[in-house]
């Protein structure tokens, strides 16, 4: 049976994008972007979308370690040393920190959940969490749209030369899992010896 891949984007590409940017984050709303470039989409509603996942997902992961502090998956993330630098950037710029958290890397799950166990009042993080996500959904389907030509002209070159973007894949991935590693024992260092 011919599944017509244009008509779910179409039926569902918002579902997506909303499910994407709740669980996954950039790439998601950028994809959504993308989509968008294609007329697959509505651009405003791809961003809607984006920034509905986003802001409802923080808002959950916060309640959740408001009042269910002790629950195992709370507990696993509060042992990390990414977890201990929020609360220390959370002590020192509270506003600021609930504002960008969803923009550092290694804070989109530990940045809600440390907020969430701070003093920052509930009112406070929803409409600073409203802010930031707008803003967040914003730029990443912007970037999706607009650099939506250059994502195709990177297909049709991967199409008429895969070679060349085997190769580049391949070194783009050996750097991504280079600064992985250093990342990771920089953390386990920090978690060890630092907290």
Same mark, same amino acid.
């Given at each position: 049976?011919?599944?017509n891949?244009?008509?779910l984007?179409?039926? #569902?590409?918002?579902?997506?994008?909303?499910?994407?940017? =709740?669980?996954?984050?950039?790439?998601?709303? &950028? %994809?959504?972007?993308?989509?968008?470039?294609?007329?697959?989409?509505?651009p +405003? /509603?791809? =961003?809607?979308?984006?920034?509905?996942?986003?802001?409802? @997902?923080?808002?959950?992961? /916060?309640?959740?370690?408001?009042?269910?502090?002790?629950? $195992?998956?709370?507990?696993?993330?509060?042992?990390?040393?990414?977890?201990?630098?929020?609360? $220390?950037?959370?002590?020192?710029?509270?506003?600021?920190?609930?504002?960008?958290?969803?923009f550092?890397?290694?804070?989109? &799950?530990?940045?809600?959940?440390?907020?969430?166990?701070?003093?920052?009042p509930? *009112?406070?993080?929803?409409?600073?969490? *409203?802010?930031?996500?707008?803003?967040?959904?914003?730029?990443? %389907? %912007?970037?999706?749209? $607009?650099?939506?030509?250059?994502?195709? &002209?990177?297909?049709?070159r991967?199409?008429?030369?895969?070679?060349?973007?085997?190769? *580049?894949?391949?070194?783009?991935?050996? @750097?991504?899992? #280079?600064? +992985? $590693?250093? #990342?990771?024992?920089?953390?386990?260092?920090?978690? &060890?010896?630092?907290?």
């Amino acid at each position: 049976m011919f599944v017509n891949f244009e008509h779910l984007i179409r039926m #569902y590409g918002g579902v997506a994008i909303f499910l994407g940017a =709740a669980i996954e984050g950039e790439a998601a709303v &950028t %994809t959504g972007g993308y989509l968008a470039h294609r007329g697959l989409v509505d651009p +405003y /509603f791809a =961003a809607v979308c984006a920034f509905s996942g986003s802001f409802v @997902a923080d808002q959950i992961v /916060f309640f959740s370690a408001r009042f269910h502090r002790e629950r $195992r998956c709370i507990v696993r993330v509060r042992g990390r040393a990414t977890f201990a630098r929020a609360i $220390r950037f959370i002590e020192r710029r509270p506003v600021l920190f609930c504002m960008v958290f969803r923009f550092i890397y290694g804070m989109r &799950t530990v940045g809600p959940i440390a907020i969430g166990i701070s003093r920052v009042p509930i *009112a406070t993080f929803f409409i600073i969490n *409203a802010v930031s996500a707008a803003i967040w959904a914003t730029i990443f %389907t %912007t970037i999706g749209f $607009r650099f939506g030509k250059a994502f195709e &002209t990177f297909i049709d070159r991967a199409i008429s030369d895969p070679w060349a973007i085997g190769g *580049a894949a391949l070194v783009t991935g050996g @750097a991504a899992f #280079y600064i +992985y $590693r250093r #990342y990771r024992s920089a953390e386990d260092r920090s978690s &060890t010896g630092n907290l």
